[in-house]
């Protein structure tokens, strides 16, 4: 493998973000186990070592911790939060519950001599997320930084090329965040710009030929962007031996499921097969509130009726699945670090035990604007891409409460104007995700001289780089006018349209 950045993961929502920003480097940057050890890393030297954030507090019974022979590799290293506290308590620091806990924009001020603030200002703004902090930084290590209640806001060991920041460079309310990185990465690791997704593409599609050699794949095609990339470069990599499954649960946007079969096979050419299966969803979800709960049944209803028509392809050995980055760490990966389980997702697993396909996952390791560039380079239509991220179970959670048909048409309704008139906006496509929620509330309204009592429609727009963080959109107020006047005028069943302007954290994009 080429030159490399290992991340190790302690949980931080803010890990994925720190190989973003590397990638966007063109250096590739993997996360890995907290876990993994020195011995392993050894068998594919990285040339440097990041311990990322996370939740826990290294005086917590069973915390996360990190082989001390890391720290004997001759390799820089750099905690980030909790990594620096790790990194402090494992080599003969002081590491003290905080007094007062840093949550937000911080100014600080940097002491010199220290590489990573190379070419930065004497002071400017970051982002801190902690309760504990750094009362003695180890032997040999120098202060870094301050900040009005941290006295170590960041520690470094030049002789040793240890690095250390209480704050999160890797996200937008740190000032420099990207400088300090890139001064990591490049002066101080020594890496070159050497990772680029046309070659990506290319030893991905060699390395797929090889593993699957002469089998057979078969593929649940959901029609976004991620297993859309899947189904061409896999189409790339072994023509008709891919076979596509399309199940309609009922629970898409307007005309979805036509649109697919369309674009995917009378267009591309793929083997795709559409499974009708609207009724037996709607019929699993009946009575059923809990959002979990519905996730849970969508999702295993979906491997039923998935299975049930894989059995077909008895000749395939594999099961393809567009898995990206953030699926990765939303449902706790165990490969990944200790991170909290917000939400669970439905990929193809827990088929039954006569279907034991092998995974293959090309995508995994990718974030979704990296996806879309892969399918660029794949040469698939704008159209396509440019979509926006569309949630597993579809509108089984933007109809809050019980889902039923009538329900899921009325929103299907109102989405399609929503996304009409966003589509109208000239900066239309830097926005991450737009979309439309049913509640279960209905009010009193007037339309003509009659009176009204029917539901709310809630309209979210969020801006965001890969999910893991996003800021409500500004949309301007024309826009939303006119999606308000369209949906109460143009969708019976809705006399009351509403906009959320919570950001991520602490709520969620999706409202369940």
Same mark, same amino acid.
């Given at each position: 493998m080429k030159q490399w950045i290992a991340i190790l993961d302690y949980g931080s929502q803010y890990t994925q973000l720190i190989a973003r920003r590397i990638r966007e480097m063109e250096v590739y940057s993997e996360i890995v186990s907290c876990e993994t050890t020195a011995a392993q890393l050894r068998e594919n030297p990285p040339a440097g070592v990041i311990l990322s954030?996370?939740?826990?507090?290294?005086?917590?019974?069973?915390?996360?911790?990190?082989?001390?022979?890391?720290?004997?590799?001759?390799? =820089?290293?750099?905690?980030?939060?909790?990594?620096?506290?790790?990194?402090?308590?494992?080599?003969?620091?002081?590491?003290?519950?905080?007094?007062?806990?840093?949550?937000?924009k911080m100014p600080i001020e940097i002491m010199p001599g220290n590489p990573l603030f190379v070419g930065l200002?004497?002071?400017?703004?970051?982002?801190?997320?902690?309760?504990?902090?750094?009362?003695?930084?180890?032997?040999?290590?120098?202060?870094?930084?301050?900040?009005?209640?941290?006295?170590?806001?960041?520690?470094?060991?030049?002789?040793?090329?240890?690095?250390?920041?209480?704050?999160? =460079?890797?996200?937008?309310?740190?000032?420099?965040?990207?400088?300090?990185?890139?001064?990591?990465?490049?002066?101080?690791?020594?890496?070159?710009r050497d990772w680029k997704l046309t070659t990506w593409v290319d030893d991905t599609v060699e390395r797929m030929r090889t593993v699957i050699g002469d089998d057979e794949v078969v593929l649940g095609l959901s029609g976004g962007v991620d297993s859309s990339v899947v189904a061409v470069l896999l189409n790339k990599a072994i023509g008709k031996r891919l076979h596509c499954i399309f199940v309609d649960n009922g629970l898409l946007r307007y005309r979805e499921a036509e649109q697919?079969?369309?674009?995917?096979?009378?267009?591309?050419?793929?083997?795709?097969?559409?499974?009708?299966?609207?009724?037996?969803?709607?019929?699993a979800l009946r009575g059923v509130e809990e959002p979990e709960a519905k996730r849970k049944i969508i999702g295993r209803l979906f491997v039923d009726v998935f299975a049930e028509e894989a059995r077909r392809?008895?000749?395939?050995?594999?099961?393809?699945?567009?898995?990206?980055?953030?699926?990765?760490?939303?449902?706790?990966?165990?490969?990944?670090?200790?991170?909290?389980?917000?939400?669970?997702?439905?990929?193809?697993?827990?088929?039954?035990?006569?279907?034991?396909?092998?995974?293959?996952?090309?995508?995994?390791?990718?974030?979704?604007?990296?996806?879309?560039a892969v399918g660029r380079v794949l040469g698939m239509a704008g159209e396509l891409l440019d979509r926006q991220p569309f949630p597993g179970p579809g509108l089984g959670v933007r109809v809050l409460g019980e889902v039923t048909k009538e329900k899921v048409e009325l929103l299907q309704q109102a989405d399609l104007r929503v996304q009409e008139e966003i589509r109208k906006l000239p900066d239309y496509k830097t926005i991450w995700q737009t979309?439309?929620?049913?509640?279960?509330?209905?009010?009193?309204?007037?339309?003509?001289?009659?009176?009204?009592?029917?539901?709310?429609?809630?309209?979210?727009?969020?801006?965001?780089?890969?999910?893991?963080?996003?800021?409500?959109?500004?949309?301007?107020?024309?826009?939303?006018?006119?999606?308000?006047?369209?949906?109460?005028?143009?969708?019976?069943?809705?006399?009351?349209?509403?906009?959320?302007?919570?950001?991520?954290?602490?709520?969620?994009?999706e409202w369940e």
């Amino acid at each position: 493998m080429k030159q490399w950045i290992a991340i190790l993961d302690y949980g931080s929502q803010y890990t994925q973000l720190i190989a973003r920003r590397i990638r966007e480097m063109e250096v590739y940057s993997e996360i890995v186990s907290c876990e993994t050890t020195a011995a392993q890393l050894r068998e594919n030297p990285p040339a440097g070592v990041i311990l990322s954030g996370g939740p826990s507090s290294v005086f917590e019974d069973g915390a996360p911790t990190v082989d001390p022979e890391i720290f004997d590799m001759g390799v =820089p290293v750099l905690g980030i939060c909790y990594g620096m506290q790790l990194m402090s308590h494992r080599l003969g620091g002081r590491v003290v519950p905080g007094i007062e806990r840093e949550y937000g924009k911080m100014p600080i001020e940097i002491m010199p001599g220290n590489p990573l603030f190379v070419g930065l200002p004497s002071t400017f703004t970051v982002w801190m997320s902690h309760g504990d902090r750094v009362e003695a930084i180890p032997a040999n290590f120098t202060r870094g930084a301050v900040s009005a209640t941290c006295p170590f806001a960041a520690m470094f060991d030049n002789e040793k090329r240890f690095y250390a920041l209480q704050f999160h =460079p890797e996200v937008v309310h740190t000032q420099y965040g990207i400088d300090i990185l890139s001064n990591f990465v490049f002066n101080i690791c020594g890496c070159v710009r050497d990772w680029k997704l046309t070659t990506w593409v290319d030893d991905t599609v060699e390395r797929m030929r090889t593993v699957i050699g002469d089998d057979e794949v078969v593929l649940g095609l959901s029609g976004g962007v991620d297993s859309s990339v899947v189904a061409v470069l896999l189409n790339k990599a072994i023509g008709k031996r891919l076979h596509c499954i399309f199940v309609d649960n009922g629970l898409l946007r307007y005309r979805e499921a036509e649109q697919v079969e369309e674009m995917f096979k009378k267009n591309l050419g793929l083997d795709l097969t559409v499974v009708r299966a609207a009724g037996r969803f709607y019929e699993a979800l009946r009575g059923v509130e809990e959002p979990e709960a519905k996730r849970k049944i969508i999702g295993r209803l979906f491997v039923d009726v998935f299975a049930e028509e894989a059995r077909r392809f008895r000749d395939c050995r594999y099961l393809a699945q567009g898995t990206i980055y953030p699926d990765v760490i939303e449902s706790r990966s165990p490969r990944k670090g200790p991170s909290q389980t917000i939400k669970s997702h439905h990929n193809v697993g827990g088929l039954p035990d006569d279907l034991k396909f092998e995974l293959v996952e090309p995508l995994k390791e990718l974030f979704k604007d990296e996806v879309r560039a892969v399918g660029r380079v794949l040469g698939m239509a704008g159209e396509l891409l440019d979509r926006q991220p569309f949630p597993g179970p579809g509108l089984g959670v933007r109809v809050l409460g019980e889902v039923t048909k009538e329900k899921v048409e009325l929103l299907q309704q109102a989405d399609l104007r929503v996304q009409e008139e966003i589509r109208k906006l000239p900066d239309y496509k830097t926005i991450w995700q737009t979309f439309a929620v049913l509640l279960p509330v209905k009010s009193v309204g007037v339309m003509g001289d009659q009176r009204t009592y029917e539901y709310t429609c809630a309209i979210r727009s969020v801006n965001s780089i890969d999910a893991m963080t996003a800021d409500w959109t500004r949309i301007p107020y024309d826009t939303l006018a006119r999606m308000s006047n369209r949906i109460i005028n143009e969708v019976r069943g809705i006399n009351r349209v509403v906009y959320d302007i919570s950001s991520k954290p602490p709520a969620t994009i999706e409202w369940e």
